[in-house]
């Protein structure tokens, strides 16, 4: 009976520790398996703040002379390609300053008294808060890529400055009824990467849009003398110099 009991005991003691061999071994060759990768649209998201100089041309029937001007911008650009994606999605949240004048651009009674009119500088001061979207297209082992999108505004500024000798008269385009103050473009670009700043790319981008719709609709100005009503559209091309992060 005693044998019996201890080679029972015997027995159930081996099991216990084949047992705890067993766990050991399972708990550590599952904890060496990686888990499985959950699949997602987009990998990496990559920053790229940059700056802006642009060329701005504004022309139509609205005023007598088509102007032109340089401004300014900044902007915050997310792009979720990644490097030697053939094709990927791009898009950014700017700010751009799009003035422009022209010498005899307008015209005014140079003095509230007089009654007759004179050619003057206009100066045209608009500025727009936009959404741009892009595809974006580059080569497995290019250092450029392509941009074809759209971009969507809305004016945070608009104002038209008649500038005479002895004053100036202003107009708040915000407050007239042939003012759009939403703007969509058909936009192109072409970027280049400049340098690799440790694991960051010191990037320039060229871009140019076209503008779907108008800026003025339909405005008749006292100074173009044939009484139709005129349009006003705002051409831009822009230089952009950023960091991609």
């Not at 003025?216 to 139709?228: A, V």
């Amino acid at each position: 009976m005693q044998k019996r009991v201890s080679r029972l005991f015997i027995v159930a003691l081996s099991l216990g520790f084949l047992l705890l061999v067993a766990g050991e071994v399972f708990a550590q060759t599952k904890s060496d398996v990686p888990p499985a990768p959950v699949p997602t649209l987009v990998k990496n998201v990559y920053f790229m703040p940059y700056v802006t100089g642009s060329g701005n041309f504004h022309s139509g029937e609205a005023f007598p002379k088509s102007a032109s001007g340089l401004g300014y911008g900044f902007g915050l650009a997310f792009d979720l390609t990644e490097d030697g994606q053939k094709t990927g999605f791009y898009f950014d949240f700017a700010f751009q300053d799009m003035r422009a004048a022209a010498n005899d651009g307008s015209c005014m009674t140079q003095r509230t008294t007089d009654s007759l009119l004179s050619s003057v500088r206009a100066e045209h001061y608009f500025r727009y808060a936009m959404v741009e979207t892009f595809v974006k297209l580059q080569g497995a082992k290019s250092n450029g890529y392509f941009l074809l999108g759209a971009s969507f505004g809305y004016a945070t500024t608009a104002l038209t400055f008649s500038r005479g000798l002895y004053r100036d008269e202003p107009v708040d385009w915000k407050g007239v009824d042939n003012f759009n103050p939403f703007r969509l473009d058909i936009r192109a670009g072409l970027g280049v990467i400049l340098a690799n700043i440790g694991k960051h790319k010191l990037i320039l981008e060229a871009r140019v849009g076209y503008p779907i719709t108008n800026a003025i609709t339909g405005y008749r100005n006292i100074c173009t003398g044939n009484g139709i009503d005129g349009n006003w559209k705002i051409i831009t091309l822009q230089a952009n110099l950023g960091l991609r992060l």
